[in-house]
């Protein structure tokens, strides 16, 4: 899913502000933080967390790429 959204509107998607800030809890280091847009990485330890645009309210719906994603995008 992450990878989908990397992708969408040739990268637009990724980096444009979700429509309301998601309060989430990281998959890697477990430290909250907010994911303000669609893909973004945790500043605690850089895992990767991202939401598709029709799921974009719901913080249930994050999904984690991994600590490793950036170093292998």
């Known amino acids: 899913m992450v990878e989908f959204v990397l992708a969408a509107h040739g990268g637009r998607v990724a980096c444009s502000?979700?429509?309301?800030?998601?309060?989430?809890?990281?998959?890697?280091c477990d430290k909250e933080f907010v994911l303000r847009t669609f893909v973004q990485g945790c500043p605690s330890c850089g895992g990767i967390h991202a939401?598709?645009?029709?799921?974009?309210?719901?913080?249930?719906?994050?999904q984690y790429a991994g600590a490793d994603f950036g170093a292998a995008a």
């Open 51 to 62: 939401v598709s645009p029709p799921r974009a309210n719901d913080p249930a719906a994050v």
């Open 17 to 28: 502000p979700l429509p309301n800030a998601l309060e989430v809890r990281c998959q890697e």
